[in-house]
């Protein structure tokens, strides 16, 4: 034992470290090793000379075997002995010998690799023994073993397969494989092994030698073989060949084959055996170097690495690298071990470490001296002995070294001939590196998507001279399709088909086998053989040698090459290679992991990384010479940005930008050079479907790189510039133009009903750029968006004939390409839609593409790629004619031939295969969405004409917001055009029928689902389609009868007893002192409309809510008409503030004045504003008057200005101190009646002059008066009503309509008398002079005048309103100078008559107590008086009937109607948030709301909480809607229905009608008779049922129950309630909860409810598609496989296959769970802002919510809980094995956290938080990690950086961590956002995100991969 050590430690010299590491590992390795010091035994031949004849023995050691001569000699195995045998390989030949002898059968088990294989042959050449080989894989059955049925001349034969044949000739059968095959397939060898017998199908039975022998004694071998009974040889053995299985993958063996063997462990070499083999083959290779080599493998052979999951080292592989190592000693050896044992991409981060670990110790890690190859310098032939060699010379740093390598049969290529190939630095590195591995083995290219491996391969077989034959693999192929397929001949015979890949072999071809990681690892074990020996056993008996082995037998057997060939013998040829492509293994998946021991035997493995940049933009610059230099480099940066982040997002959006992507983005730039490469790049990425996470990410990707949107992308172009048209012969798409297609088969060019729309045009535009570049396309979209539509209407406009073929989830790759029939017994392939467009130029469109197996459409990309592919019955499809040359059997793809591939979006809820994933780089992608609103209205309006606008409008909005919830996933199922488009048909047909009811049968889907139906019906009843409401729910207000008129008497004006009294005021006028302009910040929030009619209908008609702030009042709003748009202003005064919004858009505007009106610290100043719009030609400026500062702002919202107007008035006040010592109650006041005409006038209370302000002239006229003002109308624009300050005494003031004329300085002020109807002589009533809240400016209509008053009367008149009165007309006023008739309705008690304590409440402060603002309209048109009450100056009691308690109301408006003479009181619902300064409330309006006329016959009110209304008062208007609204319902919703058919009598069935008039208006009750009848039916009437719409003719009501339509009886509804109760309190029993308790837990459950539903949704989808059945093959019953069909013409049972469920490849490593760890943050701050914004109870939500939904998935993840806060960083609140059960369990947890938030230590650890998180989640094993951080952390307060925190979250790549910051100060959250890693941060501003924000977090991380 020493000797031979120190042999091994020689020549590094004793002393050496590495040679004495050497040494104790072998001591290691000898000790284990049986037979390692016993006597050395070895082989001898007793007769010498290679040709020993029978008779001779072979002995081996002490055992000796005597030879015969093999009837077969063919069959016998050849060159497998080399010269001089290790000493192990002959112990184990010693064995197998000794075995042989005792007639055992072996089992040789050991690691993969050629080893055992060898020994086995080495034992049969050896003892001159005929072998039946075969390989098992999982498609292995038993006709392959026993017996097969071929036809011949029509007749069923039995063939004898291997074991047959072997049992009956002697022979020895090696099974090679056994951990592949199928469970049940080998025990059928069970009896054959034990006793040697077996039944065969044909009805022959195999009995073993001696009891054959023995009735031979008695019977005559005739007999026997009448009984079928057949002799099995005794020298008849078994050797298996299998893989030790519980460590390397595979079915383990049954226990009953097992014990018919006898085993031997077959390890690797044992290490001197192995050292001196590598010494022969690497003599100038330094011995050091390899005996480090051979350390360094055997280390990671051991048991240590193994349990550390590091693959074996393929030591079996070592002796082909010593050999490149022999011609290239200066080469790196770390290099050529990276070649072995690809371990940077095989392994994860800590197996890297190891290995490099273990580098470092055997010195292997490159030192200066070692060279790698860096090109290839030139390429010659060389012809030895017909043997085609090239002779290649190599550059290895400054050297150049010429080997010889294979070569293949054309004629060698020199670099330049290849003109697509642009040669970078790295590919001439690899092609080096690929010329030194094919001088000694096959090789296998991995990298990733699209980063041109084919390419290289391409080029390598250029360089060589090699034909290619590309074999494209796919998940489910068979052993068979990769060796030989079954084929009927023309006469019906059975028979086989050579694959290509056998033809290859025959040819000396070069096969590139694509997609080598998609096959079955069990089916590739079929090529191990051919790859290591290079020799094969196929199907139909003939084999295939190397050519040394078969030149041997030539020579040994004298035979010539056909007579070898008719023993079906054939050499393979010198020249014929294998190389694999495949992508790189994905490390830590337990499916993609495909790089296993076995592989790593048999290629060597060459990994091709992506370009770097440089390269990448030499690439693509010569390949696309215009590409725009600029945008080429931006794309560059971005994707190369993309590509060296660690976060697994990044990584895979960057996946979706390999080269292939980038060149057909830059062609696209090239061609059209003025596209946004922002688009380009997501529609590469198809971003529009990504998950929310990753399409953040990308987004912050593209703007750091600075590729910018359009601006104009989100809007819709104008139709206009957007046409598709067709001249002469060539199409035009927007802009972009091609000739039309002449088809010769008219009949297969789609034609289908397509109405024009802007956005499928600009698809289609796009779809035909990428069309003329000769791209195939990919569509995809979400259902119902019209993909096949616009196909079809493409293809249509382009002329082009189509082929469709729809995939699903049985698409296999055969019935894409071939369908196979039987037809009089032969076999016939009918071509499948893909054939016919390739050969006769057709456009393939495939549908449905992501629902078959990405397996099959994976075949897509040969066809695609290389426009190669090769069909099931032969033939094969090329690309260009060139490569026919004489071949049959070749189909040419057309010139025309495309593909436009259509599929669904990746994802939930589709759940589809990911095919955009696979196969998405090699199309031009384009994700189709719902039209935008503009094009879907455009486009429903051609569906259903007929249809109303206002209805086409609705459903484009709800849907248009469904769509949008859908994308944020708030719902599953998107929504989609094809829904909307079938609910306008409908209506089209049946315009009776009311949307409401229409839309149900689309909605109707959810109806069960209650989550998902509250979403929609909210959404529907925001845009006012009222489903589920009965045309029945009218609930309009009440009338009550309108009080008498009073005649008051007369308004007299100037005209006394004292005859005229006219006083002259002079005018003097001012310009204005403007400063300014200074900008203002507008900002914009969206603000949604909420449509009030959508359960019943009411007055009110929609709503927004403003966002206002908590502390802030409303004082004033006023509403500009302009040309139909009404522009709604508000003024706010805490702090002063402006918000405007015109009703139709989506957004309020809002403008803050706070540093222009300081807040007060102090109350003691209460600024309040008033508005005035100003009207055009100034439209879309404001003013704002402050009246106690008399500050005028003028604020144009258009150009964003400010500016100050100061009037001389102010001059005079300004002497004073500061503006708030003024004496209290100073007031200005604005009289804004004719702002739409630019002029303003403003006066002091209590002054004495008015002054006018001219926006436009920038003047202003001052006018003295004689009279202190108290108020100011402007009636009309000369004429001025005043009222004296102290006596109420009015005044009438016209001035000259012009001021600026030259006299007219001067205007007349007359004494307005008020007049009692009938004065006695002398007696005059003492009358107390009312103060008009409001006095129209403008006059009623003649027709409105005489209804109101009730005579026929035309005359000016004004109408006014005040405390003591509903309404007062005053006739003639203020035009006539006669005395004025007065006419008025007055209130049964006064407004405003507020008892002496409320004065004392208020602190005398306030005048009187008078709010400013008096909240009354009139409305002329509707001849209506509106304003708004506060609830005590109501009459409750005749509103709402006894025992109903009114609402709680903001107010009441209260409607005057002169026309009907009512009164209606409307309920304003009390505002969301009241302001807490109450008293500051109470002056300014008495109400809780405010009121401004909207419309003619409408008004808008707008409530202290900031929510407006619109409400319709005028009775002409809301009968209109009253009827839109039934309509929407539909007229018949509600009809008793009956069938009849209809004889044709004429006789009509009877319809809604209008019925007749009654010429005396008698009433009617029920009778289907007359019009205005109440209580019946069909006709038009009050309450009754049926008729058209209410008719009202001034009778009492009778109203039918509504009991009668849809009473469920009270006793069931209260049964029903009970139940529940019970079961509720039964519950909470079980769980010991007391009802309390259960209240509180509620809140939170409750608040998460519908997030929680959705996320148990998706999982339980997940689950589903996870448990998803395969196909079974090989069965007895089922559905005929199409693979299959000869062998059901051969008579083969097991030919069907059918679905089951896959049990898991045994060995494949177990599904661990995801594992989750929430962090919340409980820290004191979270307690202390609680009160702010609710952000505890938000988290509590959050923790409720991850406990409720992960409830019964524990397998599929298992979360823990951690909390955070200044007492530590992890503070264990759900521990990981504990999750809580029930709802009690829970709220505990709930209650902990809180707890904890109030009593601990202030301070912050969310940084250790999240680190200790990361840190702790890995130590556990799992499939993924995710940790999720809840924080309010304020990281600038406590001086952390954030850079540190984006540090620690992405610390590990294999944890996902996300963090959500609950939003804190100002914009610091999202200046936080920007620095922190995309995807991985979110900021809830508002903490009802936060429940949100974890569900995106779930659906698009987690739930994506499982």
Known sequence: MQSRLLFLGAP????????????????????????????????????????????????????????????????????YISDSLAQSVVQHLRWIMQKDLLGQDVFLIGPPGPLRRSIAMQYLELTKREVEYISLSRDTTETDLKQRREIRSGTAFYIDQCAVRAATEGRILVLEGLEKAERNVLPVLNNLLENREMQLEDGRFLMSAERYDKLLQDHTKA???????????????????????????????????????????????????????????????????LSQLLSFATTLCSQESSTLGLPDFPLDSLPAAVQILDSFPMMSIKQAIQWLYPYTILLGHEGKMAVEGVLKRFELQDSESCLLPKEIVRVERVSENRVSQASVTIRVGGNEVVIKVPAGTRPLHQHCASSHFIQTLSHKQLLAEMILSHMVKDMCIVGGKGCGKTVIAKNFADALGYNIEPIMLYQDMTARDLLQQRYTLPNGDTAWRSSPLVNAALEGKLVLLDGIHRVNAGTLAVLQRLIHDRELSLYDGSRLLREDRYMRLKEELQMS??????????????????????????????????????????????????????????????????????????????????????????????????????????????????????????????????????????????????????????????????????????????????????????????????????????????????????EHLLLVGNQGVGKNKIVDRFLHLLNRPREYIQLHRDTTVQSLTLQPSVKDGLIVYEDSPLVKAVKLGHVLVVDEADKAPTNVTCVLKTLVENGEMILADGRRIVANSTNVNGRENVIVIHPDFRMIVLANRPGFPFLGNDFFGTLGDIFSCHAVDNPKPHSELEMLKQYGPNVPEPILQKLVAAFGELRSLADQGIISYPYSTREVVNIVKHLQKFPTEGLSNVVRNVFDFDSYNNDMREILINTLHKYGIPIGAKPTNVQLAKELPLPEQTFMGYWTIGQARNGMQKLLCPAETHHIDIKGPVPVNIQEYPIERHEGRALSFTEEYASWKLPLDETNLICDIAVSHENENNTLYVAACNPVSLYFMDMIGKNVSFVDFFDIFPRMASGVWQPFVTVAPLGSPLKGQVILHEEQSNVILLLDTNGRVLRRLILPLEEMTSKKSSWWSKEEGETYKMCKEF???????????????????????????????????????????????????????????????????ENSGVCQLYVLNEELPSTGFGVTQEMEFSLPHKISSDQLSSENLSSAVGQKIASPNRILSDESSYATIVVGFPDLMSPNEVYSWKRPSSLHKQSGTDLAFYGGKKRAGTPRQSNCVTLIDTNQVVRILPPGEVPLKDIYSKGVTPPETAGYIEVTDLQSKKLRYIPIPSSSSLSPYTTWLSTISDTDALLAEWDRSGIVTVDMGGCVRLWETGLERLQQSLLEWRNLMGQDAHHHMQITINRDSGEDVSSPKHGKEDPDNMPHVGGNTWAGGTGGRDTAGLGGKGGPYRLDAGHPVYQISDAEKDAVPEEVKRAAREMGQRAFQQRLKEIQMSEYDAATYERFSGAVRRQVHSLRIILDNLQAKGKERQWLRHQATGELDDAKIIDGLTGEKAIYKRRGDLEPQLGSPQEKPKRLRLVVDVSGSMYRFNGVDGRLERSMEAVCMVMEAFQNYEEKFKYDIAGHSGDGYNIGLVPVNQVPKDNKQRLEILKTMHAHAQFCMSGDHTLEGTEHAIKEIVKEEADEYFVIVLSDANLSRYGIHPTKFAQILTSNPQVNAFAIFIGSLGDQATRLQRTLPAGRSFIAMDTKDIPQILQQIFTSTMLSSI
């Open 223 to 289: 007999e026997l073989d009448a009984w079928k009974i057949v002799r099995v040889s005794e020298n008849f053995r078994v050797i298996a060949l299998g893989l030790p299985v519980p460590r390397y993958s595979g079915n383990p063996l049954d226990p009953p084959l097992r014990s018919r063997f006898q085993a031997r462990d077959i390890y690797f070499l044992p290490f001197k055996d192995q050292l001196k083999l590598l010494y022969s083959v690497g003599s100038n290779v330094p011995a050091e170097r």
């Open 561 to 774: 090459d056909e007579e070898l060939q008719e023993r079906s013998i054939f050499p393979i040829h010198p020249s014929f290679r294998i190389i694999a492509l495949a992508e790189p293994p994905v490390i830590g998946s337990t499916t993609q992991l495909w790089l296993g021991p076995e592989f790593l035997t048999m290629f060597f493995f060459h990994y091709m990384k992506p370009l770097v940049k440089s390269e990448e933009i030499q690439v693509i610059k010569a390949m696309v010479p215009n590409i725009p230099q600029e945008a080429l480099n931006k794309l560059l940066s971005f994707t190369h940005k993309l590509r060296e982040t660690q976060d697994p997002t990044a990584q895979s959006l960057a996946a979706s930008l390999s080269t292939r992507q980038l060149l057909r983005i830059a062609r696209r730039l090239s061609q059209y050079p003025n596209e946004n490469l922002h688009s380009a790049v997501t529609k590469a990425c198809l971003s529009r479907f990504l998950p929310i996470l990753a399409r953040s990410a990308l987004e912050k990707n593209l703007a750091d790189a600075a590729i910018e949107t359009n601006i104009d992308d989100n809007l819709e172009p104008e139709p206009v510039d957007f046409k598709c048209e067709v001249k002469s012969g060539s199409l035009r798409i927007g802009t972009v133009s091609a000739p039309i297609h002449n088809a010769h088969e008219k009949m297969k060019v789609p034609d289908v009903l397509f109405y024009d729309n802007v956005q499928h045009m600009i698809v289609m535009e796009d779809m035909l750029k990428d069309f003329l570049l000769g």
């Open 1235 to 1301: 702002s739409h005409k630019n002029w303003l006038v403003f006066y002091k209370e209590k002054g004495n002059n008015l002054t006018v302000l001219d926006v436009l002239e920038g003047r202003t006229h001052t006018i003295s008066l004689p009279i202190n003002l108290r108020a100011a109308f402007l009636v009309a624009e000369d004429k001025w009503l005043l009222v004296e300050s102290k006596t109420n005494q009015k005044y009438l003031l016209t001035k000259s309509a012009h001021i600026e004329s």
């Open 12 to 79: 590094g010299g004793p002393g050496s470290a590495a040679s004495r590491r050497v040494r104790l590992l072998l001591r290691q390795v000898l000790r284990s090793r049986p037979g390692a010091d016993g006597q050395r035994p070895e082989v001898r031949l007793r007769h010498a000379g290679a040709g020993a004849d029978s008779g001779d023995t072979v002995n081996i050691g002490d055992v000796s075997y005597t030879l015969k001569s093999p009837k077969n000699p063919e069959l016998v195995p050849r060159n």
